[in-house]
């Protein structure tokens, strides 16, 4: 799923990353890009849990974004463990 801000200065893409042939999704990589239409817009990646997907989007509806689009592939170029240690 694609939510874009109100004035188009942020961008939030949620894409499954953990499928469960018998529970569905479990995770998600969150990708945040701010000033999206910049030269250089700005990225930070997380892996967040399904509640916490479900709990970000409501609030983000409620707070005005509109949903832009739908991903239903994985996010390719982000390893979760990538910045451990």
């Not at 109100?6 to 499954?16: A, C, L, T």
């Amino acid at each position: 799923m694609q939510l874009t801000a109100q004035g188009g200065n942020m961008v939030v893409d949620f894409y499954p990353e953990a499928i469960i042939a018998d529970e569905g999704v479990k995770r998600f990589v969150k990708v945040v890009t701010f000033m999206p239409n910049s030269e250089k817009p700005v990225k930070s990646f997380s892996t967040i849990t399904k509640l916490d997907f479900k709990h970000e989007i409501t609030e983000r509806l409620a707070s005005g974004y509109d949903v832009t689009d739908f991903h239903t592939e994985r996010f390719e170029g982000y390893n979760g463990f990538q910045s451990a240690c």
